[in-house]
């Protein structure tokens, strides 16, 4: 079975701070995928980032970085100088191998004050 | 352009109706999706098909019925709305399920259904 842990609920910062969103998953699947999607208040889901399983290489992305540890079972999100605009839920998702389905973690949101 | 689509954008019906949710997606993607989110913006996958034929369908009522004419659209049908029933409703699409199930979804807009 497959679960996607997102601990924290709802995280406030205020703008430029740094801010880093946890995701914790399990699977039995030796090959799996991660993923982050990202939901703004005006409700659509927008894709940030696919990492596969043998690909352990974090990525930036501008001021967006995911730090993948098999480890640990983590993929943590971090948030540079944080804006308003990054206001928004944050999805962390694990799909495992063919034909398995897309786990969604329940979502962490964030608010980023001026 | 508009990649993932769905119509209507907001569903309000009553108790006992039946409707049905459109979705259409020009990417040339192979497998299409529903899910359903919550309040609580927990998203749930209701239903999978790839190619037209029914691949994932998850403990959902039966009285959802999904409907693919073709693989770019996927259809939602329900009968006899309940309260619980109100929700958002997003669909999805990716690329062929199996060698590439790595692939990201892209997602439509959604669908708000509120069922008074």
């Given at each position: 079975a497959q679960k996607v842990t997102q601990a924290q609920t709802e995280i406030s910062v205020v703008e430029k701070e740094d801010v880093t969103l946890d995701c914790v998953y399990e699977t039995r699947d030796t090959t799996y995928y991660l993923f982050w999607y990202k939901q703004p208040p005006s409700g659509e889901l927008v894709f940030l980032i696919r990492r596969n399983s043998f690909d352990e290489q974090n990525e930036i992305s501008g001021r967006y970085s995911w730090n993948f540890q098999k480890s640990t079972s983590s993929f943590n999100f971090t948030i540079t100088a944080?804006?308003?605009?990054?206001s928004a839920v944050y999805f962390c998702a694990l799909r495992g191998g063919a034909n398995s389905k897309l786990t969604f973690g329940k979502g962490i949101t964030l608010s980023v004050r001026p | 352009d508009t990649a993932v689509s769905q119509t209507p954008k907001y569903l309000v019906t009553q108790m006992g109706n039946d409707k049905s949710i459109k979705c259409e997606q020009?990417?040339?993607?192979?497998t299409m999706y529903w899910y359903k989110q919550d309040s609580k913006k927990f998203l749930k996958i209701m239903f999978s098909y790839n190619n037209k034929e029914l691949i994932i369908n998850e403990t959902?009522?039966?009285r959802f019925s999904p409907k693919s004419p073709d693989k770019a659209h996927l259809n939602l049908h329900i009968n006899?709305?309940?309260?619980?029933?109100?929700a958002v409703y997003f669909c999805a699409s990716s690329q062929v399920?199996?060698?590439?199930?790595?692939n990201e979804q892209f997602f439509g807009p959604g669908t708000r259904l509120t069922v008074l």
């Amino acid at each position: 079975a497959q679960k996607v842990t997102q601990a924290q609920t709802e995280i406030s910062v205020v703008e430029k701070e740094d801010v880093t969103l946890d995701c914790v998953y399990e699977t039995r699947d030796t090959t799996y995928y991660l993923f982050w999607y990202k939901q703004p208040p005006s409700g659509e889901l927008v894709f940030l980032i696919r990492r596969n399983s043998f690909d352990e290489q974090n990525e930036i992305s501008g001021r967006y970085s995911w730090n993948f540890q098999k480890s640990t079972s983590s993929f943590n999100f971090t948030i540079t100088a944080s804006q308003v605009v990054d206001s928004a839920v944050y999805f962390c998702a694990l799909r495992g191998g063919a034909n398995s389905k897309l786990t969604f973690g329940k979502g962490i949101t964030l608010s980023v004050r001026p | 352009d508009t990649a993932v689509s769905q119509t209507p954008k907001y569903l309000v019906t009553q108790m006992g109706n039946d409707k049905s949710i459109k979705c259409e997606q020009n990417l040339g993607h192979d497998t299409m999706y529903w899910y359903k989110q919550d309040s609580k913006k927990f998203l749930k996958i209701m239903f999978s098909y790839n190619n037209k034929e029914l691949i994932i369908n998850e403990t959902v009522p039966n009285r959802f019925s999904p409907k693919s004419p073709d693989k770019a659209h996927l259809n939602l049908h329900i009968n006899s709305l309940e309260l619980g029933d109100s929700a958002v409703y997003f669909c999805a699409s990716s690329q062929v399920l199996g060698q590439g199930a790595g692939n990201e979804q892209f997602f439509g807009p959604g669908t708000r259904l509120t069922v008074l």
